[in-house]
């Protein structure tokens, strides 16, 4: 059984900064990855933030204000928010690529999500 929370979530006034938090707990062999969705009302699910074996990568409309990072003895991945704009409003959820053995499959495990409203 492996677990996605994260945290972090809240209301901040455009400009602000915010730090999520994803912490992955359970029967945890190794992580492939680590990544940050989101969503907001009406809109597709989109990807934010993703790191993989060192390498990152982000949507345009986050580079060079959002950064992903990752504590491996935590298992745990953050995404520092800077500059935040109205439109960065949506449900932030979490979700790790993860296997529980070495002999097992790689499988995606998801958070319930946290809301980051972003206004004045």
């Known amino acids: 059984q492996v677990q996605v929370v994260e945290s972090g979530g809240g209301l901040v006034q455009p400009g602000g900064s915010l730090r999520l938090s994803c912490a992955v707990s359970?029967?945890?062999?190794?992580?492939?990855?680590m990544a940050w969705y989101r969503q907001a009302p009406g809109k597709q699910r989109e990807l934010v933030a993703a790191t993989t074996g060192g390498i990152t990568n982000y949507v345009d409309s986050v580079k060079g204000r959002f950064t992903i990072s990752r504590n491996n003895t935590k298992n745990t991945a953050y995404l520092q928010m800077s500059s935040l704009k109205p439109e960065d409003t949506a449900v932030y959820s979490c979700k790790t690529v993860a296997r529980t053995d070495y002999r097992s499959p790689y499988l995606e495990y998801w958070g319930q999500g946290t809301l980051v409203t972003v206004s004045s």
């Open positions: 359970g029967n945890i062999f190794s992580i492939a990855t």
